[in-house]
């Protein structure tokens, strides 16, 4: 299996999910069960259906949330050392060649992305075009208005 990379933010993100899916979600669920079970017949009792698929979701994530865990590669972007150029983890200022507007994004895992909060999907063809960009350089990126200029303005390591 391939490393999936993830910010030092982004694994403690999954594993505060992680814990409360087995400490809250799961306990809550099995009461659920547990109760829809003492009502009796079983083949007409939606409550009883309701609480076994939301265990089994409870339970397929559980498993992906683990299964990304331990495949993940955890990127610190405080550590990395760049020497300015575009890679994992970086934040990066951009400014629209069209129409002098200054963006800041930060290039993260899959998981961690919010386009909303600035954070970049590493798979995005947004983020793909900045990897390996310095400070000064053009990129042109396929957006869906159509093709953008930008200038990386500034690369960061926070």
Known sequence: MAT?????????KLKAELHKLKTVDRPSVINAIAEARAQGDLSENAEYEV???RQGFIEGRIQEIE???SASQII???EL???GRVVFGATVTLEDEAT???????IVGEDEADIKLGLLNIGSPFARALIGKEEGDSVE??????IRHYEVVAVGYV
């Open 141 to 146: 990126v396929q957006a869906p208005g159509g």
């Open 4 to 12: 999936i990379p993830i910010t030092k933010r982004g694994a403690e």
């Open 76 to 78: 610190d972007p405080a």
């Open 67 to 69: 299964g990304k865990l």
């Open 51 to 53: 609480a076994k698929d």
């Open 81 to 83: 050392h760049a020497a």
């Open 100 to 106: 002098g507007d200054a963006v800041t994004y930060q």
